[in-house]
């Protein structure tokens, strides 16, 4: 005990930061298997990637190895049954598929709470409707015959255009204006460069235009958007209604047990719509790596991220 203590006194630790050291250790969060890396879920869409890429540079700054794998919103969950998955940073509750939910009854994989993105998916309108449909936001301003008969076009006579998304994505447009006997037809965009294409030439030329769009994207970070406050629905009806889509955070069973302060981090991430839509325009549209516009994103907001990881040390 002597040569220890003669060891560590030559390396310049006072005897009371010595006698300190056992309590102060067991009071941090252990790191864990900092050895082997988070493997991290990469998804289809620029915004999942984002929210990956911070979550990873943070982690890393906790002190582990992180791994991106790229991973299909639906396959991701064969990986986090056999381990080549650890974790998915951003996941849209509207869009589950089957596998997700057997798992979590199955106690497979554990949410860890909402990502505070705020996202919305519903039906939106350009300032101009305004104009044409004044009981806005409220829905029912959509059942006004004058409102249906500004929004109408040759393909929808005597009803109003709603355009809706790609045919391809499927959407509850159609059963909702069916159920709520709305003078309005669901009219797919050719694609999403349509249906962006559509909503820029409108604001820019100050039109009236009813769609069905989704929030964070890198177009809100640049153009104003309104949100129709939505028919009722029952959200166990889901195929019939449009609602809001919570976005939350999964990890593989286990997580915890192997990286505590990880899980204890990834319990408090959180990463705003307004601050994913600003990374988003400049990945999409301005053509930046996706890398670099992260690690900015990271270094001019440490105040927001490093209570947490602060936090997760404890």
Not at 59 to 74: C, D, H, I, M
Not at 164 to 187: H, M, Q, R
Not at 188 to 203: H, K, M, N, T, Y
Not at 216 to 241: F, I, S, T, Y
Request: glycine share 6%.
């Amino acid at each position: 005990m002597r040569r220890v203590r003669s060891i560590y006194l030559a390396a310049g630790l006072s005897v009371t930061a010595l006698l300190s050291w056992p309590c102060a250790a067991a009071l941090s969060a252990p790191l864990g298997d900092s050895s082997e890396p988070i493997k991290i879920a990469l998804n289809e869409w620029t915004g999942q990637n984002i929210t990956a890429r911070v979550a990873g540079q943070l982690l890393e700054k906790l002190g582990y190895r992180v791994q991106y794998v790229t991973a299909g919103s639906f396959p991701q969950w064969i990986g986090m049954q056999d381990g080549s998955l650890d974790m998915t940073p951003e996941l849209w509750t509207n869009n589950l598929g089957d596998i997700y939910p057997k798992l979590l009854a199955e106690k497979k994989v554990e949410p860890v709470g909402d990502l505070g993105l705020n996202a919305r998916d519903g039906w939106a309108y350009t300032d101009a409707t305004l104009a044409i449909c004044p009981g806005l936001p409220d829905w029912k301003a959509l059942l006004e015959p004058s409102c249906a008969a500004a929004l109408a076009t040759a393909e929808t006579l005597p009803n109003g255009r709603l355009v809706d998304y790609p045919a391809d994505w499927g959407t509850a447009s159609a059963n909702e204006i069916e159920d709520f006997k709305l003078p309005l037809t669901a009219v797919p965009a050719g694609s999403e460069g349509a249906l962006v294409a559509e909503l820029q030439s409108a604001i820019a030329a100050e039109k009236p235009l009813l769609l069905r769009f989704w929030a964070p994207h890198w177009l809100l970070a640049q153009a104003k958007l309104n949100w129709v406050e939505m028919p009722p629905c029952d959200p166990n009806d889901g195929a019939r209604c449009v609602l809001p889509s919570p976005v939350i955070k999964v990890v593989r069973a286990g997580f915890g047990d192997k990286w505590p302060a990880a899980y204890s981090f990834m319990k408090q991430y959180q990463l705003s719509a307004e601050d994913q839509q600003v990374m988003m325009m400049e990945i999409d549209q301005n053509h930046r790596e996706i890398g670099s516009v992260v690690s900015r994103w990271v270094a001019d907001n440490a105040a927001k991220w490093n209570p947490w990881i602060e936090d997760a040390k404890k």
